[in-house]
């Protein structure tokens, strides 16, 4: 019997079930490491928990201290940072019951200006601190300018923190409050760092419940309580925020359950596609944008992107400061930050969208009034009617597009149409209209006998070749103005009938209208050539700063170099003064600004340099000028490091008239700081490699002098064993008894030659190693004093009577031959190496010559010349130049010896401040040549 679909369907259904048993997803290398990283970052830094709230007064600071006691109980280190304690006896009886680190008093002027000492708490460094009130704002004059930021660097540095927040504090919130309750919030908490909390616990009571504690006075005192509950704590604002609250923490959870599914690598979570992008600019109401943004990307957990494009519009000092406070939000708040050129805005904004994968465009939402007289004349003008939002949902594609309703409470005062907001400045109109009147007036006083040859198309013409050189020298809205009074001017002065506006002709109306279509194109394509040009022209200075800094750095020979043209380059783009703070050992910076600085500092403005410049290094952070952490500094600073190493600080001066550091600029200080980081690690890496090399030598060294010395040792040690037990008188006896008593004393005097022989080796063997050592070390004394060379030669002699037995050699010197100051000790030393060598490498009965000569030279004056030629085989000419190298024996040596004597021989005659070289003999063998300065005369008598 046939089966059913249904019992098909559920056998099927059964089969895959038992058969398939899900395998576990892959995990590749790279998530593992990822993974690790991101665990040992954590294991680092501190824990945070935040006791969070829909506004004062629910209990959030009494549950903290409940919980810090808690705590204390388990045996951890707990102490008091900061805790509000006004009006509350329950929380001064859980507070003082707890260690306290005494408040900061930066002004001496009363507890309202007390702050926490986080330098204390850092130097205690308790397993737990707790912080009260998280989106506080510092006293001026403190290291950060909020509490969160005190509080992230207490969590860097290891230290567990307990905080408290109200909902009304997150920066994405403020607007939505505003909305709610009609206040305006001032202090706020970004909502990134409230998601780098570790532990948040939402403390929750009923709106009733909080209305009647306002009302025994324990949240405001008794004066404040009733305007308190007409405004801000009515029952339907504390409904409104409860239910914030709620929500957020809500999302929180989920969140957290969809980041432990993706650790755990659950096949039925995946992570969402989209990516947001929100328009900013230099209005006001980009910041409720920003904040909507981050509300939405944070509820969708997707990644977003805040974009800024510039046109040819010059932007005030105002509106360049609120641009670079919007985007600073933006990046605050955890979006990446874009800037773009484009004279259209919405062809900016969709290229840009497009470019990086965009999903969700957000802009703001216009109101009905915002679309001004002057924005509905330029549409009709250039034959649209469509808006800027109707154009961005046209040209978006599969872009989807958020239009969002700013708040017209949120509106500073809503502004009345200026010549302001043409792209160019007011003077600009007016001059390029005055040049359009002064020609054509200029035109019609022209002779008659010379407008007799040329018609009134052909002054249009002319007035038209005169806007287009206009167009040359001012932007699209002078142009298209001078265009227009042209226009005018041509029909009223020229065109029949003269002197009025009519036209009679339709010629002449076709030529008007085409006159006036020519201008406008003209205006709007040299508006569009210039903002490419302009943006071309940023790219290219821009790629060229960073082309001749990576040039320049690349060159530089050392980390000192590097810096220096790093001050240099910095210096030049940025129009400011440098300052540079270097390492000095591994993890600690140097207190006094490095030499390669441009910037002048007192030793006062060092010191308070060096703090914030100290705090950039350990933190790894920028602060300084312009930022909320040391605002009061002289300069910018930002890290000098690499994923390896840390190199230092770099700090940018300004001068005092420029008001902010632009987000443009902020990142091309980026890109530069990272080449100058790349290039001191590169001097890093490769003065290690050098040290490397160095220790390898050393040790290669060391091995070939242990073998050497081994070696060297083992012949006249074994020769001295066997001269001596030979010596022994019963031995000696035994073994030769045939001998009589003379051939016996001959034999004994035999022996103890070799035995002299033999010491005399160890003895030359231990003053290499000795002079060798002093060599190295630039310890040679000389003890210089004035000898006659023919001595010198002599007492060598004399020294290798033995070796020299065998041997001829010549001695050529002149008479009278002036005498030479030197260290006689170790010239003898350096004169017997030669000539020992020579030996090594001279047949017997082949002479050995020693000259005296001396010359005189333009660069070094009167020289002694002292050669010692030998007559063996030479040397291969690419040995030449390795032959006083340490160790170094020639190819089909098998001479004995360590190969230092003719190094050691270049070291003392070098001392002397002399040179020495080696060259092959023509008629075979090699000389070596001596040269030491005769510029002294000796002492009379001498």
């Not at 080796?761 to 070390?777: P, S, V």
């Amino acid at each position: 019997m046939p089966n059913s679909p249904s019992s098909t369907e559920a056998a099927s259904t059964q089969v895959s079930s038992d058969s398939l048993s899900p395998e576990p997803p892959s995990i590749s290398a790279e998530e593992v490491l990822e993974q690790l990283q991101k665990e040992e970052a954590e294991d680092r830094r501190g824990k945070l928990k935040v006791f969070f709230g829909m506004c004062a007064g629910v209990g959030k600071t009494y549950a903290m201290l409940q919980e810090a006691h808690e705590r204390k109980r388990e045996g951890k280190d707990v102490v008091l940072g900061f805790v509000a304690t006004a009006r509350r006896e329950d929380i001064q009886r859980l507070a003082q019951e707890l260690e306290s680190i005494s408040y900061k008093n930066l002004t001496n002027i009363g507890p309202a200006l007390e702050e926490p000492d986080i330098d204390a708490i850092l130097v205690r460094k308790p397993d737990i601190v707790l912080l009260d009130d998280l989106a506080h704002t510092n006293t001026p004059g403190t290291r950060h300018a909020k509490r969160f930021q005190d509080v992230q660097e207490l969590l860097d540095n290891g230290i567990n923190v307990f905080t408290t927040l109200n909902v009304q504090n997150l920066e994405s919130r403020i607007d939505t409050i505003r909305q709610i309750t009609g206040v305006e919030v001032r202090e706020t908490v970004p909502d990134s760092f409230l998601e780098e909390a570790d532990d948040i616990e939402l403390i929750d009571i009923a709106p009733d419940e909080l209305l009647q504690r306002l009302a025994e006075g324990k949240i405001y005192p008794p004066e404040q309580v009733p305007e308190a509950a007409n405004s801000f704590f009515r029952k339907g604002n504390l409904t409104a925020l409860r239910e914030m609250a709620l929500r957020l923490t809500a999302e929180r959870v989920d969140q957290e359950l969809r980041e432990i599914l993706e650790e755990e690598h659950n096949a039925e979570t995946w992570k969402s596609g989209e990516r947001l992008m929100v328009a900013v600019g230099p209005s006001p109401f980009s910041k409720p944008l920003v904040r909507w943004t981050r509300r939405l990307a944070y509820t969708m957990d997707a990644p977003w992107i805040a974009i800024s494009v510039e046109t040819s519009k010059p932007l005030s000092e105002d509106a360049r400061g609120r641009l670079s406070e919007n985007l600073a939000l933006a990046k605050e708040l955890g979006a990446e930050i874009i800037t773009t050129v484009d004279d259209d805005l919405v062809s900016g904004i969709v290229r840009s969208a497009k470019e990086h994968n965009v999903s969700q465009i957000i802009v703001g939402k216009p109101f009905a009034v915002v679309e001004s007289s002057l924005k509905a004349f330029k549409h009709r003008l250039f034959g649209s009617s469509k808006t800027f939002i109707d154009r961005l949902i046209a040209e978006s594609g599969t872009i989807d597009i958020y239009a969002v309703r700013v708040e017209e409470a949120s509106q500073p005062g809503r502004k009345q149409f200026t010549l302001s907001e043409f792209r160019s400045q007011p003077k600009q109109y007016a001059f390029a209209g005055a040049l359009a009147l002064v020609f054509a007036l200029g035109v019609e006083l022209v002779p008659n006998y010379i407008l007799e040859y040329i018609n009134y198309h052909t002054i249009g013409m002319i007035l038209l070749c005169f806007n287009t050189i206009l167009a040359l020298y001012f932007g699209r809205g002078p142009v298209i103005f001078a265009g227009l009074v042209g226009a005018l001017l041509w029909n009223f002065l020229f065109i029949p009938p003269r002197f009025s506006f009519g036209i009679t002709h339709t010629q002449d109306g076709f030529m008007f209208a085409l006159y006036v279509l020519i201008s406008l194109v003209m205006g709007v394509l040299t508006s569009r050539i210039k903002t490419q040009e302009r943006a071309v022209r940023q790219r290219e200075e821009r790629t060229s700063a960073l082309y001749q800094l990576a040039k320049d750095l690349a060159a530089a020979p050392h980390n000192a170099g590097v810096l220096e043209r790093a001050a240099f380059h910095v210096g030049k783009i940025f129009k400011a003064k440098v300052v540079i703070f270097a390492n000095h050992e591994e993890e600690l910076l140097d207190n006094s600004i490095h030499a390669a600085s441009t910037a002048k500092l007192s030793e006062n403005e060092q010191d308070r340099e060096y703090s914030t410049a100290a705090w950039v290094f350990a933190n790894q952070k920028n602060a300084g000028r312009f930022t909320s952490t040391f605002p009061n500094a002289e300069a910018y600073y930002t890290p000098l490091s690499s994923p390896r190493a840390q190199y230092g600080v770099l700090g940018v001066v300004l001068g005092s008239d420029v008001l902010n550091f632009t987000i443009d600029q902020q990142a091309l200080l980026e890109s530069f700081v990272s080449q100058i980081s790349s290039a001191l690690e590169r001097g890093t890496l490769s003065e290690e490699t050098r040290q490397l090399q160095l220790e390898e030598e050393a040790e290669r060294l060391h091995s070939t002098l242990i073998n050497s010395i081994t070696n060297e040792l083992r012949t006249p040690i074994r020769e001295i064993m066997e001269a001596t037990g030979d010596l022994r008188v019963p031995e000696l006896d035994t073994a030769h008894t045939k001998l009589n008593a003379s051939q016996k004393d001959a034999l004994r005097k035999e022996l103890t030659g070799e035995i002299e022989q033999a010491s005399m080796r160890l003895t030359t063997l231990a003053a290499n190693l000795l002079n060798m050592t002093r060599i190295q070390a630039g310890k040679i004394n000389l003890h210089l004093e004035w000898h006659d060379v023919s001595d010198l030669i002599g007492v060598a002699m004399a020294r290798l009577r033995r070796e020299l037995a065998n041997h001829i050699v010549r001695v050529e010197i002149p008479n009278e031959f002036p005498q030479v100051k030197m260290d006689f000790v170790l010239m003898e030393q350096a004169l017997v190496n030669l000539v020992q060598n020579a030996v090594h490498h001279t047949p017997q009965e082949t002479p050995i010559k020693i000259i005296v000569g001396n010359q005189t030279t333009k660069e070094r004056g009167h020289e002694l010349v002292l050669t010692v030629a030998d007559g063996g085989q030479g040397l291969p000419s690419d040995e030449l130049s390795k032959i006083f190298d340490k160790f170094y024996r020639a190819s089909g040596n098998d001479s004995e010896g360590l190969g230092l004597s003719l190094a050691i021989t270049k070291g003392l005659v070098e001392s002397h401040k002399g040179t020495i070289a080696a060259q092959n003999r023509k008629v075979g063998g090699m000389k070596f040549i001596i040269t030491l300065p005769m510029n002294d005369k000796p002492p009379a008598g001498a």
